[in-house]
């Protein structure tokens, strides 16, 4: 199993001089609170292949007054950012590993109750995702996730060489990870929880400065590209691959919001300090989300396109519809834990520890 600690406690110990270096754009400080919505995106009313970044709310099962505001029920309130140092731990991570389920042009979350109305999008996890899909529709669902018990929904634009889909093959790696410091703090995303990383008609700028950019697309020895490389080595072992992480600090007020962003934000650096901390604005600290994915593309990349256009409007969205006690032992487990799991919850370097699913991926 190969990893890599998440991508901000990382490029933090170096912020500016690593970003410049690298072309990863900047990191979010302290006055910068970091939140998703802040990232840059196009005006309200801009359309990109069939998506629109307009906010969308319309009445749907989630919300049913329609105003795109989604109450946590409870919310999480009274809540400080921690600002605490545990034992170092290089890795506090779990994977969800999920196959692609189906291809189709909707999106439950930026047009709910709207079939047909986004561009293409591939589904992983949850089998029954699609424009009408609510909290209550996916949960307990069946799912392509090695674990059962993971019915969430994870989607992003479909990739075409041509005319010709490309589906990434087998289970993906969805990394679960601490994004702050305190990886102590760290506790499961509420039920019903979701959010859109990214935005298709943001700018190749905007992608690469995008607070969740990790390494951009990479193939054979090419890497941090913004948009697809010309080519790639034409060998069966080469593939197309992106990295990409997700916010992880929640307003602990809000499932959604009308622009499925403002209520997550990015961990801040703690001034003085190499520390990430979550803002006072979203002190709740979740998994941190990171998609690794590998679509079975190489050679002349001339034709290769996503559904919403360039390499660079990529993007993904995710619904969380986990059974509530296997998230919370995954999470304690291998995050609160300082562990580097498998989807088993189990970490081959740490033996000893055990693993938090029995051999059929199941809380016992």
Sequence with gaps: ?????????????GTTLIAGLLGLGTIATAADPGGEAAAPTAPAAAHHSGHTTALSARASGDDPDGD??????????????????????YFHEFQANCA???????????????????HDHTFMGNTSTGADSTTASLHGGTTTCKAPADASAYWMPSLY??????????????????????????????????????????????FRSHKGFVEGWECGDSFFNVDFPASCPSRPD???????QAPSCW?????????????MAYPVVKPGTNDNVCPASHPVALPMIEFKMAFPVNGDMSQVRLASGRGYSFHYDFFNAWEERTLKAMVDHCIVG???CDPRGYDETHPQRGAVLDAQYRLP
Excluded: C, E
């Excluded at 199993?1 to 110990?13: D, F, G, T, V």
């Excluded at 795109?68 to 999480?76: D, F, S, T």
């Excluded at 307003?251 to 209520?263: A, C, I, V, Y």
């Design 100 to 118: 692609v389920t189906h291809t189709a042009p909707d999106d439950p979350i930026v047009y709910p109750g709207q079939p047909g109305r986004s």
């Design 338 to 340: 300082g562990l580097q």
């Design 251 to 263: 307003n602990g007020l809000h499932l959604d919001t009308p622009d499925h962003r403002s209520h």
């Design 238 to 244: 080469v593939q197309l691959n992106l990295r990409m």
């Design 1 to 13: 199993m190969r990893s890599s600690p998440a991508r901000l406690p990382a490029l933090l110990l």
């Design 161 to 206: 060489d041509g005319d010709r889909k490309i589906l990434p093959v087998g289970p993906q790696v969805i990394y679960y990870k601490a994004g702050v410091t305190d990886y102590t703090s760290v506790r499961p995303f509420p039920k019903g929880l979701r959010f859109v990383v990214g935005d298709p008609a943001q700018t190749a700028q905007q």
């Design 68 to 89: 795109g505001y989604i109450p946590a029920v409870p919310q999480v309130t009274g809540v400080t950012p921690s600002h605490a140092t545990p034992p170092p731990r």
